[in-house]
């Protein structure tokens, strides 16, 4: 039998290596020089919601696998970890399958959980889509035009069309992909009404929580802008971020950096202000857990 442990091992010292080209992204993107704290305590409230930002949603993982397995919260929590902590190599989808999947016991069927962490996955995404399309339909801003948007559309599109011209190869010409799929959703078709209501409010709570950690950092730095005013750019920034490929999350850094900065520049705003605090938003929810997951030992 092949010993995985050193494999598991490399993994996470490419995963160590990521961490520490993201630590020095973060101390080198940083406008230190251009911000100044003028508000500390606010910092301080958005580091001490990072727990309960990831509290809630190892309680959802916990909710989400319940049917499989009666997993304890501490054991819901490392596993949520050991996925961020993965996502800095395999990015943010792949990376959070595999390191929750690796931190679960070996002795059950680990590979049911696929479906319960897209299913979360989407739950959430769905809160992003809304609240970021409202935003959108609010603020009644146009952030492509011309022959960009047509370009971007005519990407879009080859892109959805790619996609599902693969996922119906793979249904119609390997019947073991129709087998897995079908296994998946039985236990999505399990769920009670009762389970999946508890995950759409964790969800929101979560939408919530991480945003109003980013309104927080930018209080940090200066009064600018009514909350209220900041929610709604906040969430044009986590929609663009979400709809934005990342290969890792060193990937992930930039797209949010960017958005960010498009956002603020559009409407007037600091964009130095904007750029530092999406960073340090992302050090406290990301890179944080991302070093507390590279302890959890993955089970390969």
Known sequence: ?????????????????????????????????????????????????????????????????SPLIQLSFSSAIWSVFSGVGSSLVAGRSIGSILGRYWALPKDMDRK??????????????????????LSFFILGIDLIEGSIKFTSLLLMLFVGVVLMILVGGLWFY????????????????????????????????????????????????????????YFQWIAIIYLLKTITPAL?????????????????????????????????VWGINILIPSLIGLTVRWRL
């Open 174 to 229: 390997f019947p073991k992909f129709q087998y897995k799929v079908k296994d998946q959703l039985k236990l999505i078709k399990s769920y009670s009404k009762q389970l999946i209501v508890d995950v759409i409010l964790l969800s929101g709570l979560r939408y919530l929580i991480f945003t109003l950690q980013f309104v927080l950092v930018l209080y940090t730095f200066s009064d600018g802008q009514p909350w209220w005013i």
């Open 248 to 280: 890792n999350m060193v990937m992930d850094l930039g797209a949010r950096e960017i958005s960010a900065f498009y956002i603020f520049h559009y409407f007037g705003g600091d964009t130095n202000i904007a750029l530092m605090s999406s960073l340090i």
């Open 112 to 133: 049911k959980v696929v479906a319960p962490i897209l299913f979360g996955q989407w739950i959430q995404g769905l809160f992003t889509y809304l609240f970021g399309g």
């Open 1 to 65: 039998m092949v010993n995985k442990k050193p494999i598991a091992l490399i993994l996470k010292v490419i995963a160590f290596v990521f961490f520490i080209f993201a630590l020095q992204k973060l101390i080198t993107l940083s406008p230190w020089e251009e911000v100044s704290f003028q508000h500390p305590v606010f910092l301080v409230l958005a580091l001490l919601l990072m727990p309960l930002n990831w509290g809630i949603e190892a309680f959802k993982w916990k909710r989400l696998v």
